[in-house]
């Protein structure tokens, strides 16, 4: 089964530049997260999307940040404009709605990709 | 809102056991878990456990919970050099749209 994937791996732009990430959910899960991991910090959830609805985005910077996912399926974030705190690595992660998981029972499982790393610089 | 802790680093030798430890503040969690984090990859889920249980064991991996602390432990036997990565506690919030992270522990195993 292939995982989420994420691109690019690396962004280095300027302060006050656009920037914009993607992410492909692994097939059939219908919810998936972005997550924002700051250097020695855990990941923050930054929005929460069931199928093309927003779940949660009581932590999305929305003056800058904005996420859409537009079909259910890939989804894109975008950071206009990029301040210097906003260096990160960006995690997207996807999960079976809760009560479909499979093997391990009743788990909350995420899946997460590799991330992309962003320097403002 | 919910708040997950951990110690920052922990350095063990090659062959003995390891001990990462946790605490969270709501009591309302209902699923807590371990995810692994080596360098440049994304975060691998390695256990979990439900709150109801006050144990889980899955090969080397032993999970304790205890919830009347609010604490949760990973113990990893035998560790090996390929354990060496930053472990990550979380727990379900409140809503169980989302993880609540912990700031992660480095776990340095030497041969």
């Known amino acids: 089964e292939a995982g989420v994937a994420q691109s690019p791996r690396y962004k280095i732009i300027e302060k006050r530049q656009s920037v914009a990430f993607w992410c492909n959910p692994i097939?059939?899960?219908?919810?998936l997260y972005w997550y924002q991991q700051i250097l020695g910090q855990g990941p923050k959830l930054l929005i929460q999307?069931?199928?093309?609805?927003?779940?949660?985005d009581s932590q999305l910077p929305k003056d800058r940040f904005s996420a859409e996912r537009l079909k259910g399926v890939d989804s894109t974030l975008k950071i206009q404009p990029a301040k210097l705190e906003d260096s990160a690595v960006y995690l997207c992660?996807?999960?079976?709605?809760?009560?479909?998981?499979?093997?391990?029972?009743?788990?909350?499982?995420?899946?997460f990709g590799p991330g992309t790393r962003l320097t403002v610089t | 809102g919910e708040d997950v802790e951990q110690s920052l680093f922990l350095s063990v030798r090659e062959g003995d056991s390891s001990v990462i430890n946790c605490t969270y503040t709501?009591?309302?969690?209902?699923?807590l878990y371990w995810y692994k984090q080596e360098p440049g990859a994304g975060l691998q889920l390695l256990t979990y456990?439900?709150?109801?249980?006050d144990m889980k064991q899955d090969q080397r991996l032993t999970v304790l919970l205890n919830k009347k602390d609010k604490h949760l432990s990973l113990r990893i036997a035998d560790t090996q050099t390929g354990d060496s990565a930053i472990y990550f506690c979380?727990?379900?919030?409140?809503?169980?749209?989302?993880?609540?992270f912990g700031k992660g522990t480095t776990l340095s195993v030497s041969s």
């Open positions: 992660a996807s999960s079976l709605p809760r009560g479909r998981e499979r093997g391990w029972g009743p788990s909350y499982e995420q899946y």
């Open positions: 097939s059939g899960h219908a919810t």
């Open positions: 999307f069931q199928n093309n609805g927003v779940v949660d």
């Open positions: 709501d009591s309302s969690s209902t699923y």
């Open positions: 456990i439900f709150s109801n249980m």
């Open positions: 979380a727990a379900l919030n409140q809503a169980g749209t989302a993880l609540i």
